[in-house]
């Protein structure tokens, strides 16, 4: 079962890019990585995902290591409404293990 | 859409009493999830249905919770007797379907369930 590690809080300017590692080293070939944001007192949102190439949405751009073994999520003009706590979650083809670790808690400084 | 719909969305109980909480799925989704979020244990997925049935309750904490699809657009998760330690907010989500890693999931707001 992979798990994921991620630092538990970064800033960003407002206005700058802002780049969320996520380490799964033990990832196997059949999950996915996910990403979610909980805004204060909000159910998580749903930002983006992918297998191993690089995705990109209105959201963000989540770039993944060739080996898999870790990703990073970019939000590329950060703005004070995306400080949140943001999850780098695994999950098989099952939908099994879906897990949410404690995350990182992304502070955007005006 | 007006996406998933929880109710109450607080509760505040006496320990030993019954609590119920409520969500609406949204239109067309097949596929329903009930999390726990602590500060303690972070966001916990308790139990996931598809169709109506349920296909994963090893999240279950114990005999006290149960959680039930009466039909295709609402569930309830009750918790009998409540005890203080019960104490999260319990968000539900749904998806299409749930049959793999491709199926993003919708998060209602939460219910903040205090029990005394």
């Known amino acids: 079962d992979a798990k994921t590690t991620q630092p538990p809080s970064m800033d960003c300017a407002e206005g700058r890019a802002a780049n969320l590692p996520c380490n799964h080293s033990t990832i196997s070939g059949n999950e996915y990585v996910y990403w979610y944001r909980q805004i204060h007192s909000q159910g998580p949102q749903y930002i983006i995902h992918?297998?191993?190439n690089n995705e990109t949405n209105e959201m963000a751009s989540l770039i993944i290591t060739e080996d898999r073994k870790s990703s990073t999520l970019i939000l590329p003009h950060a703005t004070l409404r995306d400080t949140a706590v943001y999850y780098c979650?695994?999950?098989?083809?099952?939908?099994?293990?879906?897990?949410f670790g404690p995350g990182t808690r992304l502070s955007v400084l005006p | 859409d007006a996406g998933v719909i929880q109710s109450p969305r607080h509760e505040v109980t006496e320990m030993g009493q019954e609590v119920t909480l409520r969500c609406k799925l949204i239109?067309?989704?097949?596929?329903l999830f009930w999390y726990r979020q602590t500060m303690m244990r972070g966001l916990e997925l308790l139990i996931y249905f598809n169709n109506n049935v349920p296909i994963d309750d090893s999240g279950m904490p114990e005999d006290r919770f149960s959680a039930k699809m009466p039909n295709a657009s609402f569930s309830t998760l009750k918790i009998q007797p409540s005890e203080p330690r019960d104490s999260a907010v319990y968000f539900c989500a749904s998806t299409l379907y749930f049959n793999g890693a491709t199926d993003t999931q919708y998060f209602g707001p939460g219910t903040r369930l205090t029990v005394l």
């Open positions: 992918g297998l191993k």
């Open positions: 239109s067309g989704h097949n596929s």
């Open positions: 979650i695994v999950i098989n083809n099952y939908g099994q293990n879906f897990v």
